[in-house]
């Protein structure tokens, strides 16, 4: 699943390495065969057009990073719309129902019987109570199916000899009250296409026994037509998530990726085999990750967004050059450096510096232990203080130090370097070249490890 259009849009992104800037004229190809390969992959053509017009927006809207090329940054982008089509974030279960029902739906043979066992399976290991109710009084072979799982997962199952779907589930709720069991799980009925009957079966248990979760059981093989059909279903029934099965096999996932966008509702559980565990929750940046399989360059650009944070370094630099670095900029400061990483993983960064693994974890420790007891002296002062460090006079250092629990001497020692570096900030001739050269140099460090990494990790990058 997903394999082809993941070589594809790795061999489209691979393309635009080497560029120096993400313009309109670079993008356009790009934008072009990454349009191609989601329909190629059956992703419905309404969400490849929202698909392809956010991507040019972003990638137009976008600075260069530094310590990023264009195509890393292509790729985030990608990834983030991904995500944003699969539905951004995890969407729990909710077992606010009294009782808890989750009905599950869908066309025969979309996997409604196979998805009942394995989510009891899964409730199960988390620790609830789950009933199965043989809600398929239609197809002869329906209840015994639903038996025989229940029997391998030591789970039981509510049925009757009745074609009563609705007093057989209220007798099951009953049952279930009687006994102690905490969630039930409707397995219905499916039709070969939406037919009246069926509908009108759903939307009475729907508006008797308001389950909480309607779920629509979805086989990702079926291409296009999942889309009509989750559509459908949503129209008539506000379906409450989707659960994908048959992910394992070899379909080309598009369905799948459109129908969120077209429902505007989530994914909740993934099917991934025959098996009666195989049923995973859905996290969609994970999916969007296994689709552009470039996990290293995401997490890459996103340090990178969030280390070169250029308006607080721009900012920095007129304060610097002011002389009106404050206390409150040095905690900026440190907490940007913080964000490359460990001072253990930052030195191990530099190039040229021969240290053993050893003696790097000795330094940074003390580095590091050093850092937040500055932390601490910083965080003990008043706002003002903070603001501004010429306030500073000896009745206010011993408040700090003993607000802090350090010597006062180490206070001491501390604001004396903290005066010596605003001056010598001060003396910077060109400041903006230091500054911009001491970020860019980290940037590139950042970059340097993770193109080793990408060279271990990556078949297709070039
Ligand atoms: N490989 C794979 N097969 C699955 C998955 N989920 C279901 N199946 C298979 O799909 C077939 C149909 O599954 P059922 O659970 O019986 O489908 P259903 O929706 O209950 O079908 P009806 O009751 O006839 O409407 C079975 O052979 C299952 O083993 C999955 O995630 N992966
Ligand atoms: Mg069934």
């Excluded at 003993?402 to 020692?413: C, D, F, M, R």
């Amino acid at each position: 699943m997903f394999d082809s259009l993941s070589d594809k849009l790795q061999d489209i992104i691979a393309k635009t390495a080497g560029q120096k800037e993400l313009t309109q004229d670079n993008m356009q190809e790009a934008l072009r065969e990454i349009r191609r390969a989601l329909l190629e992959a059956d992703v419905n053509l309404r969400v490849v057009k929202a698909f392809i017009s956010n991507i040019k927006d972003k990638a137009e809207g976008e600075n260069v990073l530094s310590g990023v090329n264009p195509s890393q940054q292509l790729v985030k982008i990608v990834h983030d719309e991904l995500i944003e089509l699969l539905g951004k974030t995890v969407s729990p279960l909710d077992f606010s129902g009294h009782p808890n029902l989750i009905m599950m739906l869908g066309l025969q043979g979309s996997g409604k019987t196979t998805s009942s066992a394995k989510l009891a399976v899964k409730l199960k290991k988390e620790g609830r109570n789950p009933l199965m109710v043989a809600c398929d009084v239609y197809r002869p072979a329906a209840i015994t199916q639903l038996r025989t799982l229940g029997q391998q997962i030591g789970v039981e199952v509510y049925s009757e000899d009745s074609k009563d779907v609705q007093s057989i589930i209220q007798n099951a709720v009953n049952y279930a009250k009687d006994k102690g069991f905490n969630t039930l799980i409707l397995d219905t009925a499916g039709r070969l296409q939406i037919d009246t009957d069926m509908m009108a079966e759903l939307l009475l248990i729907d508006r008797v026994f308001h389950p909480a979760e309607k779920l629509l059981v979805i086989d990702s093989m079926t291409g296009q037509e999942a889309v009509n059909v989750a559509e459908n279903f949503d129209a008539q029934l506000s379906i409450t998530g989707l659960v994908l099965t048959k992910l394992d096999g070899d379909s080309r996932g598009g369905a799948a990726l459109s129908v969120v966008y077209c429902t505007h509702k989530p994914i909740k559980l993934t099917g991934t085999g025959e098996k009666l565990n195989a049923l995973e929750d859905f996290y969609p940046e994970r999916m969007a990750t296994r689709i552009l399989g470039m996990g290293d360059i995401v997490s890459l650009v996103e340090r990178a967004q969030e280390v070169f944070d250029e308006k607080t370094a721009k900012e920095m630099e007129k304060k610097m050059a002011k002389a009106e670095f404050s206390f409150n900029d040095f905690l900026k400061m440190q907490s940007q450096m913080k964000m490359f990483g460990s001072m253990e993983q930052l030195l191990g960064m530099i190039p040229g510096l021969k240290m053993s693994k050893d003696d790097r974890q000795k330094i940074s420790h003390e580095g590091e232990k050093q850092v937040k007891r500055i932390e601490v002296m910083i965080q003990s002062m008043t706002p003002e203080e903070r603001e501004h460090p010429e306030l500073m006079n000896s009745s206010r250092k011993k408040r700090i130090a003993q607000g802090a629990g350090v010597p006062i001497h180490e206070l001491n020692v501390f604001i004396n370097q903290f005066e010596q570096m605003r001056k010598m900030m001060k003396g910077f001739s060109d400041v903006k070249k230091n500054i911009g050269s001491m970020m860019g140099k980290m940037g590139q460090a950042g970059a340097k490890l993770t193109a080793h990494q990408m060279m271990k990790n990556m078949r297709r990058f070039r």
